[in-house]
């Protein structure tokens, strides 16, 4: 009899926590709901807050609030990725401009003029003699008359005349064709009567001056037999050839 209680007792505390326990199941369900809205809800949140960031980043005006007129200063001063980007660029340009202008410097200057037809013409010089009233050409015959029978000392000259009917000034000099025992000497003008003051000519030329274009001159050509000529010479003659050789000279 004095375990039945016991029994009971025990049947008592083993019934209690069934008792106990269905009280807060609904509490506990209701406690996991919340704890599982509040996580979908932080869940959606942080999907926002990311979109958001993400926007932010990608377009930051849309969410900086509304500039006063002092940020907005500001702004102008703050360099941004658009205004480096831009800044970059014109330093650029004026990289590859002043490449340009550089390379512009390399070009040669070039110019092109074309005369009408000139026509060139040449010059000609051309001389002659003549002696008396012959013809004048390329030679002229002196007569030997006034140079016969001549003695030792004796002088005789003849005149002829020299031009030059080309478009050139010439020097004029002589020489003989060959060496002779009579003195031949030349001087420009009418001859002396007495003995001409300049040197025998002999094979070497000597000049006698300038002859200019279009213009003519008299020469005074003059023998003499010389006072010590060999007595070979006597009853003799001889003949003589006198070379006139003119040169072109500038005008």
């Given at each position: 009899?004095?375990?039945t209680p016991r029994l009971s007792a025990l049947g008592t505390s083993c019934r209690r926590p069934t008792v106990l326990v269905l009280p807060l199941a609904p509490l506990v369900l209701l406690v996991f709901a919340a704890v599982s809205a509040a996580a979908t809800v932080r869940a959606r949140l942080d999907v926002r807050l990311a979109s958001a960031a993400d926007a932010a980043i990608a377009s930051?005006?849309?969410?900086?609030?509304?500039?006063?007129?002092?940020?907005?200063?500001?702004?102008t001063l703050r360099p941004t990725p658009r205004r480096v980007?831009?800044?970059a660029?014109?330093?650029m340009g004026g990289i590859l401009v002043a490449a340009?202008?550089?390379g512009g410097t390399y070009?040669?200057?070039?110019?092109?003029?074309?005369?009408?037809a000139v026509t060139v013409s040449s010059g000609n010089l051309a001389v002659t003699v003549q002696y008396g009233s012959g013809p004048a050409g390329s030679t002229a015959a002196i007569p030997t008359t006034a140079w016969s029978n001549m003695l030792p000392g004796d002088v005789v000259g003849q005149q002829f005349t020299i031009a030059n009917t080309g478009s050139a000034n010439a020097t004029m000099s002589a020489r003989l064709s060959a060496t002779t025992a009579w003195d031949?000497?030349?001087a420009a003008g009418t001859c002396p009567t007495a003995q001409l003051t300049s040197a025998p000519i002999t094979t070497a030329a000597v000049s006698y001056g300038t002859l200019l274009s279009n213009t003519?001159?008299?020469?005074?050509?003059?023998?003499?037999l010389p006072a010590g000529a060999p007595a070979s010479t006597e009853a003799s003659s001889v003949s003589f050839t006198i070379m006139i050789d003119a040169k072109q000279v500038a005008p």
């Open positions: 009899m004095g375990s930051p005006e849309q969410l900086a609030p509304e500039p006063t007129r002092l940020s907005r200063g500001l702004s980007l831009g800044g660029a014109a330093v340009s202008l550089a070009a040669f200057l070039n110019a092109q003029a074309t005369t009408p031949i000497r030349l003519n001159s008299v020469i005074c050509v003059q023998a003499s």
